[in-house]
Nanobody, 122 residues
Framework: QEQLVESGGGLVQAGGSLRLSCAAS????????MGWFRQAPGKEREFVGA????????YYVDSVKGRFTISRDNAKNTVYLQMNSLKPEDTAVYYC???????????????WGLGTQVTVSS
């Protein structure tokens, strides 16, 4: 069982940066693929990116490629989402998730955090 807690959200101007963290409480963090998702007001939750168990591979949705970077520190049971060149359309609640499939499908992730709000002003 993993409990995930996101932090680092806030209000930032367009063009700015934020770094989100997601801390896991379980003992098997390194066995999970970690994903980041987001949900904007009135929209469905969407995939942002994922990182493999040993951080050897990452992939992202096209809209954030080149701006967002996912990393993880298995010794600290933490995954990060570095967000640069933020745009107003990045405004959403950001969620981290843990699962066993290296995929963009929400159904493949077994554990979810409660989310952290990111607001980008124009």
């Amino acid at each position: 069982q993993e409990q995930l807690v996101e932090s680092g959200g806030g209000l930032v101007q367009a063009g700015g940066s934020l770094r989100l963290s997601c801390a896991a409480s379980g003992r098997t963090f390194s066995s999970y693929v970690m994903g980041w998702f987001r949900q904007a007001p009135g929209k469905e939750r969407e995939f942002v990116g994922a990182i493999s168990r040993r951080a050897g591979n990452t992939y992202y949705v096209d809209s954030v490629k080149g701006r967002f970077t996912i990393s993880r520190d298995n010794a600290k049971n933490t995954v990060y989402l570095q967000m640069n060149s933020l745009k107003p359309e990045d405004t959403a609640v950001y969620y981290c998730a843990a699962g066993f499939g290296y995929t963009d499908r929400m159904s493949s992730y077994d554990y979810w955090g409660l989310g952290t709000q990111v607001t980008v002003s124009s």
